[in-house]
């Protein structure tokens, strides 16, 4: 009785996996045939038309006819296709900054269907505001797609901070007045769809997968870099979090003993040299700036100025830069990456891409016998971050749908 019991687990749990392959992969080439799903996969043919017919079912693929090319016979039967089935689910992400909320609407494709950008109160906000805030955003942005709230299959919240995403738990985020509270268990109890709450550049590295560089490459790793900087790690197509759901944490490493001061209260930290607060920080101490220059604004004067050869504000950039590819080198020595994807505001600004940092990160790199990973510069735009947060959502909500058909299996 036992080894049945064994034997129908190990069943479950390969259907399961399989499913999870068939629809990565079908996200992953955008339209596929039935017959390169199994040669690609190494799954029989049968086996991918039970799971495809399951796939089907609940609402998650469609089958296309694929479009015959210009030269092509038409004759015999047409090909079939199948692809994500968009319409199945809507979810809004949005990313919370220091400055504003970017909130996008996408379906299954990536689609994206509206968006909206609203200010951000001054934090760190309360609870109070929070609870307020979020909801507004979600309207505004479902009423930019033209859906309304009840029609989201969920809300991805991207933050910057330590996050348990499993539980939608906030150990620390520089935007809220309180702190280690259950931000997922909050929203739900005043919003009418679930909610799933990210560290921002893990949101990212999810995006990359569903939409971006990372979509055939199973381990890379994404540097995000804006007020703060982030890292997200994806090994073997999967985010890697840590043992408590919040590791990664690339911009709190350390780079210098006793050094600059972090707004995580340490010292040394690499984003205390490389953020744009840090970068800000230090032309404060010699630059004035004329009344109400945005944070943006300066950061834009100061890079001018850099390039036009000011010293001072060269040496601020030059700093980053050493700070950053010495960062970025440990990185690659410890995941040996197929590929670093570099994402964020702060690509308008190439002292973090210059070649001279890639030099950098050469030397400090062990590649006897071996070759350096692909490192590439994804300038998303002001939505990007936002997208990542929808990204989570959609993963979260094709994760819940595809365990139910293993439940409904398993009831069978």
Not at 82 to 100: C, D, N, P, Q, Y
Not at 327 to 345: K, R, T
């Amino acid at each position: 009785m036992r080894n049945s019991i064994k034997k129908t687990s190990q069943i479950t749990e390969q259907r399961s996996q399989g499913r999870n392959l068939v629809f990565s992969h079908i996200r992953n080439n955008f339209q596929v045939a039935r017959i390169d799903i199994a040669n690609a996969t190494g799954m029989s043919p049968a086996t991918v038309t039970s799971i495809t017919a399951e796939l089907i079912a609940a609402g998650l693929i469609e089958e296309v006819q694929r479009e015959v090319e210009p030269g092509q016979s038409k004759r015999g039967r047409p090909r079939v296709d199948l692809k994500l089935r968009g319409e199945s689910h809507i979810v809004a992400g949005m990313k919370l900054t220091g400055r504003s909320i970017s909130a996008v609407v996408l379906d299954l494709e990536g689609k994206q269907l509206g968006k909206a950008k609203v200010p951000m109160p001054r934090p760190p906000i309360d609870r109070a505001a929070l609870c307020k805030l979020i909801p507004q955003v979600v309207e505004t942005v479902s009423a930019s797609a033209g859906v309304k709230p009840e029609d989201l299959s969920a809300v991805g919240i991207g933050l910057p901070g330590t996050i348990q995403a499993t539980e939608g738990f906030v150990d620390w985020c520089p935007l809220f007045q309180e702190q280690e509270f259950n931000l997922k268990q909050l929203m739900e109890e005043i919003m009418p769809m679930p909610v799933f709450v990210e560290n921002d550049a893990n949101a990212v590295a999810i995006a990359e997968l569903w939409f971006g560089f990372g979509r055939d490459v199973p381990d890379f790793l994404v540097v995000t870099i804006e007020q703060g900087v982030g890292l997200g790690i994806v090994l073997d197509g999967e985010i890697f979090r840590g043992t408590q759901g919040f590791g990664a944490e690339f911009g709190h490493t350390k780079v210098q003993s006793e050094g600059a001061l972090c707004r995580c209260g340490q010292r040394g930290c690499l984003e205390a040299y490389v953020a744009d607060y840090a970068l800000l920080r230090e032309a404060n101490l010699f630059k004035h700036w004329e009344e109400g220059t945005s944070e943006e604004d300066r950061l834009v004067q100061l890079f001018a100025a850099a390039k036009e050869g000011d010293r001072m504000a060269k040496s601020i950039f030059d700093r980053a830069s050493r700070m950053f590819s010495m960062g970025l080198a440990n990185l690659v020595n410890l995941f040996d990456p197929a590929m670093v994807i570099l994402s964020g505001e702060q690509m308008q600004f190439d002292y973090l891409y210059a070649q001279q940092v890639f030099d950098m990160v050469r030397s400090s790199t062990i590649l006897k016998g071996h070759h350096e990973p692909e490192i590439r510069i994804h300038k998303w735009g002001d939505m990007m971050w936002a997208k990542g947060a929808a990204a989570f959502a959609l993963e979260e909500v094709v994760r819940i749908s595809l365990d139910q058909l293993g439940s409904a299996e398993t009831s069978a």
